[in-house]
């Protein structure tokens, strides 16, 4: 499983575009990259998940760069109601043991 | 969209007694995992659960754990007899896959052991 390294907050403003990076230096062969969104007392919410170069659903964008060893979650024009932590996972191919890091806590101000 | 849905939201419970927390997975899908947050800390994987028995399990999921598919739909995670320490969010989760594939989640469950 590998490591992940995220910061721990960033603050932004509603409308801006928030770009959040995470590094997975050790990353291997068959992991995928995985963003989940927490809100307080709630389950982690699944947003994007993808292996290599970009993908984007109606929510986020995944860049993932050749190496794999960082991946930048990509949320366009942030809103209140994104204020969660978001966590990255670097998991095998098995989801198994999803692990989750500290994550980051995105703090969108009016 | 469906959802895992877990009950109780919140359970009080004394030191020393049994809890069962309760949780009915997404209806296709075939793994089942349990997860506690303790509060102010990360998501720690408990267990993970396939074909009516335990795939992987972490250090936490010690002797006073289990975790049961009593029926086609219900997945159960009881504690022996609770500590403080397990006071903590626990949440059920589901995924059709095994292999990179997208897992849901609950809302949890709140213990608290007094």
């Known amino acids: 499983l590998a490591k992940t390294t995220q910061p721990i907050s960033m603050d932004s403003y509603e409308g801006q575009e928030v770009n959040i990076t995470c590094s997975h230096n050790?990353?291997?062969?068959?992991?995928?990259i995985t963003w989940y969104q927490q809100f307080p007392s709630q389950g982690p919410r699944f947003i994007i998940q993808?292996?290599?170069t970009k993908v984007t659903n109606e929510v986020a964008s995944l860049f993932i760069p050749a190496d794999r060893k960082s991946s930048t979650l990509s949320l366009p024009r942030v809103s209140l109601s994104d204020t969660a932590v978001y966590y990255c996972?670097?998991?095998?191919?098995?989801?198994?043991?999803?692990?989750f890091g500290s994550g980051t806590q995105l703090t969108v101000l009016p | 969209e469906p959802e895992v849905t877990q009950t109780p939201s919140h359970q009080v419970t004394q030191m020393g007694q049994e809890v069962i927390l309760r949780c009915v997975p997404i209806?296709?899908?075939?793994?089942f995992y349990w997860y506690r947050q303790i509060l102010g800390q990360k998501v720690e994987f408990l267990v993970s659960?396939?074909?009516?028995?335990?795939?992987?399990k972490s250090e936490i999921f010690d002797d006073q754990f289990s975790v049961e598919r009593p029926d086609g739909s219900n997945f159960t995670l009881k504690i022996r007899s609770t500590k403080l320490e397990d006071s903590a969010m626990y949440f059920c989760?589901?995924?059709?896959?095994?292999?990179?594939?997208?897992?849901?989640f609950g809302e949890g469950s709140w213990l608290t052991v007094v």
């Open positions: 996972s670097a998991s095998s191919g098995s989801a198994r043991q999803l692990t």
């Open positions: 659960f396939y074909n009516n028995e335990i795939s992987e």
């Open positions: 209806s296709n899908h075939l793994y």
């Open positions: 993808g292996y290599k």
């Open positions: 989760a589901s995924s059709y896959q095994d292999s990179g594939n997208t897992i849901y």
């Open positions: 050790n990353i291997a062969t068959n992991d995928y």
